[in-house]
Nanobody, 115 residues
Framework: QVQLVESGGGLVQAGGSLRLSCAPSGSIFGPNIMGWYRQAPGNQRELVAS???????NYADSVKGRSTISRDNAKNTMYLQMNSLKPEDTAVYFCNLRWSSLQYWGQGTQVTVSS
């Protein structure tokens, strides 16, 4: 069973930056996709950004140009750098791993952006 360990959430003022990190508990071999989703109260969970093991990236329009997703395959760690944060970015952010026909979720980390 793979567990995803997230870190980096918190409270930040509008215009500030945060970096989220996610690392699986074990080694991941073969093609996979890691990503960040977020869910605000009353809203559905939505994709923020994803990155494949080969480096291909995908971003939601709402964060494009303000966020950068990256990964260190040697450390099996994924990062999401978020800049120019807005109050509407406030949500619980969940790490996601799709690997070997299975999907795993982290526990979630709260990001709160104050105006």
């Amino acid at each position: 069973q793979v567990q995803l360990v997230e870190s980096g959430g918190g409270l930040v003022q509008a215009g500030g930056s945060l970096r989220l990190s996610c690392a699986p508990s074990g080694s991941i071999f073969g093609p996979n996709i890691m990503g960040w989703y977020r869910q605000a109260p009353g809203n559905q969970r939505e994709l923020v950004a994803s990155i494949s093991s080969s480096g291909g990236t995908n971003y939601a329009d709402s964060v494009k140009g303000r966020s950068t997703i990256s990964r260190d395959n040697a450390k099996n760690t994924m990062y999401l750098q978020m800049n120019s944060l807005k109050p509407e970015d406030t949500a619980v952010y969940f790490c996601n791993l799709r690997w070997s026909s299975l999907q795993y979720w982290g526990q979630g980390t709260q990001v709160t952006v104050s105006s």
